[in-house]
């Protein structure tokens, strides 16, 4: 039978404090760790034997405290790293959704003939918006529903095996299954799901998952909220749950600066909210209860129009940060189109 050996200076069973049990070692100078993204060690300068040591991961760029407390999305500092036009081939984008991990997105589109599209394009290196793909690595033109005006916003899940979209004019939104996943052209049949709106409602601005991809939110006119019984799974949810109150652009219009709200984002545990909306305005939001839009605080705002340089309207239809919070992508569909906008946190 195999066994671990511990040194007797490091392990005390006996001691009632809290220098009791195993100690970690810190190292020194010449024997910690390499720094390399995902390395952990114990913190700098502190000695074996202290209870104040405490443990730290590096992220790439420097050492952060090990802890329990979820991450904010901390725009104080933000700074524009990289800008970037892609290639759209029928028209322009429209909408837009995120892998998690930063290594693709899809978009939609609507060429000069009113015909519908779905697009992916891929990241070399996750969250450098410089290794986009020159053009979309694959796309699926939407015959089938006949969608009687444009696509906004779409959602794919983190496995890449659904994608659902709400077309304008259409009351129905619809979801379809990726044949193989991730690979756009093999989407299945659609499946539609009745939602009967009017007026700017009809159709999602942008679409997103939250809570681990328990919960799906629509901003359209006013935000809505999905609560999924699967994961990552649109259809499993309402087909059309009710508007949540008090989330209408007119809500929200004085914490952008007037225009109109686009896009949305939750942090991890849900109690940030962040909002963008026209000439690149930004409003974030502490709830007091997580993933509860309607128990929001007072707005803390914030203009990147100048940072973020030409266009006049900045549309923000996405909000995507990477998973630790240190770069932060936003998107804008109008003036300037196909724009994306890579900053850092």
Same mark, same amino acid.
């Given at each position: 039978?195999? +066994?671990?050996?511990?040194r007797?200076?490091?392990?005390?069973l006996?001691?009632?404090?809290? &220098?009791?049990?195993?100690?970690?070692?810190?190292?020194?100078?010449?024997?910690?760790?390499? &720094?390399?993204?995902?390395q952990?060690?114990?913190?700098?300068?502190?000695?074996?034997?202290?209870?104040?040591?405490?443990?730290?991961?590096?992220?790439g760029?420097?050492?952060?405290v090990?802890?329990?407390?979820?991450?904010t999305?901390?725009?104080?500092?933000?700074?524009?790293?990289?800008?970037?036009?892609?290639?759209?081939? &029928?028209g322009?984008?429209r909408?837009?959704s995120?892998?998690?991990?930063?290594?693709?997105?899809?978009?939609?589109?609507?060429?000069?003939?009113?015909?519908?599209?779905l697009h992916?394009?891929?990241f070399?290196? @996750?969250?450098?918006?410089?290794?986009?793909?020159s053009?979309p690595v694959g796309?699926?033109?939407?015959?089938?529903?006949?969608?009687?005006?444009y696509?906004?916003?779409?959602?794919?899940? =983190? @496995?890449?095996?659904?994608?659902?979209?709400?077309?304008?004019?259409n009351?129905?939104?619809?979801?379809?299954?990726?044949?193989?996943?991730?690979?756009?052209?093999?989407?299945?049949?659609a499946?539609?799901f009745?939602?009967?709106?009017?007026?700017?409602?009809?159709?999602?601005r942008?679409?997103?998952?939250?809570?681990?991809?328990?919960?799906?939110?629509?901003?359209?006119?006013?935000?809505?909220?999905?609560?999924?019984?699967? @994961?990552?799974?649109?259809?499993?949810?309402? =087909?059309?749950?009710?508007?949540?109150?008090n989330?209408?652009?007119?809500?929200?219009? =004085?914490?952008?600066?007037?225009?109109? +709200?686009?896009?949305?984002f939750f942090?991890?545990?849900?109690t940030?909210?962040?909002?963008a909306?026209?000439a690149?305005r930004?409003?974030?939001y502490?709830?007091? +209860?997580?993933?509860?839009?309607?128990t929001?605080g007072?707005?803390?705002?914030?203009?990147?129009?100048?940072?973020?340089?030409?266009?006049?309207?900045?549309?923000?239809?996405?909000?995507?940060p990477?998973?630790?919070?240190?770069?932060?992508?936003?998107?804008?569909?109008?003036?300037?189109?196909?724009?994306l906008?890579?900053?850092?946190?």
């Amino acid at each position: 039978m195999a +066994t671990t050996k511990v040194r007797g200076e490091l392990v005390d069973l006996n001691e009632s404090t809290s &220098e009791s049990g195993l100690k970690i070692p810190s190292g020194t100078l010449v024997n910690r760790p390499t &720094e390399a993204a995902g390395q952990i060690r114990n913190n700098t300068a502190e000695t074996s034997q202290s209870s104040a040591s405490t443990m730290e991961y590096y992220n790439g760029s420097s050492w952060k405290v090990i802890n329990n407390e979820a991450l904010t999305l901390d725009l104080s500092n933000a700074s524009l790293i990289d800008t970037q036009v892609i290639t759209v081939t &029928e028209g322009n984008m429209r909408g837009l959704s995120f892998v998690p991990d930063g290594s693709s997105m899809y978009i939609t589109s609507m060429n000069a003939s009113s015909q519908d599209f779905l697009h992916k394009y891929t990241f070399s290196t @996750a969250f450098d918006i410089s290794t986009v793909s020159s053009g979309p690595v694959g796309s699926f033109q939407i015959t089938s529903p006949a969608i009687n005006n444009y696509l906004s916003g779409c959602i794919v899940n =983190a @496995a890449e095996s659904k994608i659902a979209y709400d077309p304008y004019t259409n009351t129905d939104w619809y979801q379809q299954n990726f044949g193989t996943p991730g690979d756009i052209t093999t989407l299945q049949s659609a499946s539609s799901f009745a939602c009967s709106r009017t007026g700017g409602d009809r159709t999602a601005r942008s679409m997103i998952f939250a809570d681990n991809e328990n919960k799906m939110y629509w901003m359209n006119s006013s935000m809505r909220q999905f609560d999924l019984t699967t @994961a990552g799974d649109p259809s499993s949810g309402p =087909a059309c749950p009710t508007a949540i109150a008090n989330t209408s652009d007119s809500d929200f219009s =004085a914490d952008l600066d007037g225009g109109n +709200t686009r896009s949305m984002f939750f942090n991890d545990n849900g109690t940030q909210f962040t909002i963008a909306g026209d000439a690149a305005r930004l409003a974030q939001y502490t709830l007091s +209860t997580a993933y509860d839009i309607t128990t929001r605080g007072t707005a803390t705002k914030y203009n990147f129009d100048t940072m973020l340089g030409a266009g006049a309207s900045k549309e923000i239809y996405a909000i995507r940060p990477n998973a630790s919070y240190t770069k932060l992508i936003l998107a804008s569909t109008y003036q300037p189109e196909n724009t994306l906008y890579e900053l850092a946190l």
